[in-house]
């Protein structure tokens, strides 16, 4: 399935389509939902089925991780709102991110209580893991 990840053309695809089907039960749904079911994942996966040009495919991230965060922030907004109320949360979304850049452009200053260093992402893990081993001695 892995070999489907890439921007180069494939030798044989239909010959890797079937080693897919033999996989077994999970890894040929798997298959079906991707040719049959959501038309968008395959191409999403595999650039020569794809419509987006190849240097575009290339210069952008082999992740997800910020269409997530930028999920993540606007669903912060409010869900299952009318569609004026979320025009409305979008617009003031969008109205705080940009004077956030605009702030960090101009100042250099970032308006996050603090900044994600590595030191302060080893710092919290050790808190929390701390905490939840202090919680397993209570508990037990």
């Known amino acids: 399935m892995l070999s489907l990840a890439t921007c180069e ?7 890797t389509f ?3 089907r033999c996989g077994g039960p999970k890894a040929a749904a798997w298959l079906k939902d991707k040719l049959e079911g959501t038309k968008f994942a395959l191409p999403a996966l ?22 997530e965060q930028a999920h993540r922030n606007a669903y912060r907004e409010g869900v299952h709102l009318t569609l004026l109320a979320g025009i409305m949360k979008g617009m003031k979304f969008d109205q705080g ?15 996050r ?12 893990c ?7 081993f202090i919680l ?3 508990y037990n």
Do not use: C
Not at 9 to 15: A, F, K, N, S, Y
Not at 113 to 124: I, S
């Open 126 to 132: 050790i808190v929390r893991q701390s905490t939840s």
């Open 97 to 111: 991110a940009t004077s956030s850049m605009n702030v960090h452009a101009t100042f250099g200053i970032s308006t």
């Open 46 to 67: 595999y650039q020569p089925m794809s419509l987006i040009p190849l240097a575009l495919w290339k210069a952008s991230p082999s992740t997800t991780n910020g269409n």
């Open 9 to 15: 053309e494939h030798p044989d695809i239909q010959r």
């Open 18 to 20: 079937n080693t897919i």
């Open 113 to 124: 209580d603090q900044e994600a260093t590595q030191v302060y992402r080893a710092t919290r």
């Open 136 to 138: 397993n001695i209570e």
